[in-house]
């Protein structure tokens, strides 16, 4: 009989906590060995959220590290850096959903997060967790940064061209869409129901979102030269979802037909990836409450190519892929728990 | 040449405040004499919402009550009471949104309320100001309470049943949907896009709503006698609009165009009240940005009667009944502005 | 080995039939035997719907019964009754989701569907597939009919009154609120996005909507007299989702923990029935993409009691209680495929 | 005293033709001498839509011609053509609101439609009705071609750029989002509530689009050089507005304060063109319901310029621009009926 893997969840009561919790219950070999909230304590998440089962809820001091064999922080950057220090130095397999670890130069990270890093060693150790770029690694990891929302469509949507050089000049745009839930259970006027509903508003457009470095950081990488990404992301009236719409000119004419050998080639075997047929379009409709990326390949001139890349922003863009991670580290079938 | 009444409005940063301030401005008689705001005083309105027009938001205290012939207050239930004293002791006719000078009796007041009310003299003055049924008292107040938006649907619903004595028994039942703009701007995670969006949920339901004295308080004195409420306000998806479903036990069977004839007659020659034909049914959308209550009659047996009636919570239920009582009051057409 | 169980489903493109197909497809111990479309034969599930998973859809006279252990038949009503003749003579089992064999009377269902019923044998034998009722009955059936979503949540909400005798009098109101995909996939005025979204409307209330007579049959032979509802429904700006606010008239006072009790001890065991505590209310958020009834009991006077009611109607509103149904008439853990 | 105007409105009940009868019947120097409807001819136009205020509906053969001063046609591409030419000939001013006379050029008309323009004349005499670049020709026309919806915010976005011959290269990017009802009023599964709810999907994306002639044409025309446009409409899970969000590469760096007073000078004085101030973003919630076109600029580089810009498809992008025109054409104050 298989020993059930035991895992804790650092910062429960977000919004991609409690997904977290919802995945990792349902999960037939892991079991969750404590779940945290420093505002909610002492109560249970049915106090916070309508749902039916339940769990504790206790502080992040009183977590029993030495019960588990991994943790999940969705704490906020910055909260986030002593989190894992203590979580590693217990011994226990981390995986990172803030921004902290993702940015493997302790200067990018100072330069977007106007505060040094105070664990460069770990950062310095931190496997991006994208696992269609890096399983190997992830599969052998201590600790695991969890991608980006946004980064996580951009960056599987861009990757094929950029691996196969096909990408001309030195910058991408992308035109990226969240539904509301991006933002956070936090209050503000901005997710205030009536100011978002009936509307469609673009905000930090430009080069100014603090996804774009983990954009630019992979498909720099992928690409063996520096690619910037000039970024607008956009709030639509929904809950769940990014579709990303992103505008490259190729180096040179490639058919659609090519291009799409080029996407199932890269991603042939992907259990999460899926690239659609020539014509039909990715919508948000095909990854909602799924950890799948939808990916489409138009093209609007010989060399002007318009890729979209969907993904559920909860799941794919975050709690979904933690637990792929988590599969991959602890090497169960990566599809393990993630099959809705 | 027809010399432009002043009015100042008091708490014009909430959607009440807001949408009062945009009709005032539009209205062909009135101009603003002042707007002011306790967090924004200092500010423009355009800094607190996307809006081209504009108007410089000052402190209360600052008001200049010398230079208006009136004034709206759309403050929270207990702050409005010094500052309608204030107005009232400058010589300034004040239409109060707030409850505070809803419930004739004090000791309602403070039932419902939690705290005894500190401006009897000027409770029992207050006209409530549904110019439907108190035109006239309306006319000469000096302080007209503006009514509460669900009442007004309601009121305005089963008016005629209980003028006309056709009520049996001593309750009905209400049961009310309303957009999430009648809950407020401020923050708070009822009110947060990602909770209310794809969900609809009752709060506060059976003898609970702060409204329910208002409409038992009309509603008894249109019988002749007690009537209870029972009521289950609920919170729809949706920015704008209330629909309330009432269902009555007539005192005899009456036909479904005996009792279109009734509604027709009571209501004859009301601009704002539009009662719909035999079949058809009230619904959000006959009344949304506009200052009308829709209102459709349904037999479920042969004395049980559904009434339907749907107004904008923000116009009808708040700032555009408030401006219709200003017409009133000033002697002006009782649709001037409010044609939309 | 368990061999695995196979299953046929007709009508496969509507909302609810690739709900059902959604749901079979993940069952652990049921494979799909074919899918039928009359529009789409021919083509594949992933032509008509967003999903990377697929299937192929065969027209209804080619499908191989031979081959399967039962059918869920996802047809207009009138169009199920050939069909369910053909799917039983071919001894199959049978779960019919259409109307066609809900009402055990015929007169009752010629009386409410304007044609009469032209198997009266099989509707003699049907057993109406609510299971938290009808338990042992749909374990032995050869051909279930799934209740209609509205009654579902009005017969859950008020089976424990009726049961317990509490109801006075000879009728209860009910209020329910239901998101558009109850109205299925064709196309009309009415479910076109404009004309839904923003709005919230009324429509068949009183006593004509045909879910009215299932309920009746229910709740009076819960009750041994008869018992009729008043039903109002309304169409909610939201995909999916059904709220019933109902109102009691108790024959005698009952204290809200008594009725708790009774609720608890009613539905103990039912895994899919979920009474809330004193003080919370039923919302759409707690059950939408699950298979549950979240239940609430609020007093709005000693004897007056309102009970909400939550399913989705596409999962415990349709195909979720369909697959509960097969899972009890095949001996499995009532429960299998439908934990999400 | 004046004499009003008189303006008959072909295809009423669509969601443009609607909403242009309730501008035209508040604009206090016009009225409705007609209004058509094929399918709905002899209903009033509250049989159609849920609105108070009435108006009958006649078919567009009896159209009494030679009442009024001007025709708005409303009707789909095509079907314009006959009709124009049927009103020009009474004598009759015409603003057409279908595609049929916006391309001057008739072999572009054939490319983009597929059908051979049948009314060439007319053709080379029509003016494209943005009244913020060709008033004077508007003025004095006998048929105004109203532009598409998607090109009357990407005309007003680039024109300043175009005109300053700002623009590198002989390509931008357009990205637009648009509500559901551009898509009409006719029943499609596109436009079904469940489908576009809660989804967001690109559609047409490219070079596909038929409003990107009159955009290539309009800038082309303003930058004295063809100009390409890479174009992506968007469907929304809204009802109304447009934002397109639009990519330029700059001749040369200019800075953001160059830019805006660029913007301020073109548009000085336009009364339905709205430039913000640097660091704030169009949105939705500025335009929807109004006529406005709201215009924000972002620098993503230095030589990376990011516009968007903001209207309501149903008026700004429609009927307001229409009765704009129309105020044009007949001499009256541009704003008139249309500030709301």
Not at 151 to 167: D, E, F, M, R, W
Not at 208 to 237: C, G, K, N, Y
Not at 245 to 255: D, G, K, N, Q
Not at 298 to 310: H, P, R, S, Y
Request: with cysteine.
């Amino acid at each position: 009989m298989r020993t059930m893997l035991k895992a804790g969840i650092f910062g429960a009561t977000g919004y991609t906590g409690f997904r977290l919790v919802d995945i990792v219950r349902r999960h037939p070999e892991v079991e969750i060995g404590f779940a945290t909230s420093e505002r909610s304590a002492g109560s249970r998440l049915s106090d916070v959220f309508a749902c039916p089962w339940d769990i504790a809820l206790i502080a992040a001091g009183d977590a029993p590290l030495d019960e588990v064999d991994a943790a999940f922080l969705c704490l906020p950057h910055g909260a986030s850096i002593p989190a894992v220090q203590r979580v590693v130095e217990a011994g226990v397999r981390a995986i990172d959903l803030s921004a902290d670890f993702r940015l493997s130069d302790p200067q990018v990270y100072e330069q977007w997060y106007n505060t040094p890093h105070t664990a460069t060693d770990l950062l310095a150790e931190a496997v991006y967790g994208l696992p269609e770029l890096h399983r190997e690694a992830v599969a052998g990891a201590r600790l695991v940064a969890n991608p980006g929302c946004y980064p996580t469509s951009v960056i599987l949507g861009l990757y094929p061209l950029a691996k196969q050089n096909l990408i001309s000049g030195n910058s991408v745009i992308v035109d990226s869409k969240s539904g509301v839930s991006g933002a956070g259970r936090g209050l503000s006027l901005k997710t205030h129901f009536v100011e978002a509903h009936a509307n469609f508003s673009p905000y930090n457009i430009g080069h100014q979102h603090r996804h774009i470095p983990e954009m630019e950081a992979e498909l720099s990488a992928a690409l063996d030269r520096p690619l910037s990404v000039t970024f607008s992301p956009h709030l639509l009236p929904t809950n769940q979802g990014i579709l990303s719409t992103m505008y490259v000119t190729l180096v040179e004419p490639w058919s659609e037909s090519e291009l799409l050998s080029l996407y199932g080639e890269t991603y042939a075997g992907e259990p999460f990836v899926h690239v659609l047929p020539a014509g039909d379009l990715a919508t948000l409709r095909h990854v909602v409450n799924t950890n799948r990326c939808t990916i489409s390949l138009t093209l609007a001139g010989e060399d002007q190519l318009i890729v979209c890349a969907a993904i559920d922003n909860l799941i794919k863009g975050a709690s979904g892929q933690a637990v792929q991670n988590f599969n991959v580290m602890f090497g169960l079938e990566e599809t393990t728990g993630l099959e809705t």
